[in-house]
């Protein structure tokens, strides 16, 4: 089930198909998944509006739960021997959330590169109304072992086949 209702606002996410926000915004080229979070006291600014460093924690939340939804987690990445690394990170503010806001944030894979994945985000109020911040994080595929960069592993491209 998908939708404002759906999920507990503690940050317990809800999986849905589709590519983009509720207004087609971001475009993913794997099914998407939306994740429930309410914004807590203690990531406010003085203002009560969600401290703009807080936005990439939402993004990480958001993306485990992509990954989850996928069927794995993070720690099972790792242990099939590939780190996903951030390479390059970046958000953009359209409107604040609040103190005690539930919001919304969509994931996706957003591109797939030769040794790296883009996963895409978009954050939304609670009705999915009003579009809050939009942002991506590109990570490098490195193998555990060697440390270094390793082709994207088909069976990581799999769990969201396109």
Known sequence: MSGPDAGSADGAGVAAGGAGGAAGGAAFVTGAAWYAHRVSYGETD????????????FFERARSFFIREAGMSYAEVERRGLLLPVREA???????????DLIWVCTGVREWGRASVTFGYEVWDESRATLLATGHTQHACVDAARRRPMKTPDWLRGLWPA
């Open 46 to 57: 003085q203002m009560g509006y969600a401290y703009y460093g807080e936005y990439l924690h």
């Open 90 to 100: 970046a958000c953009r503010y359209r409107a604040p959330a609040h103190y005690d």
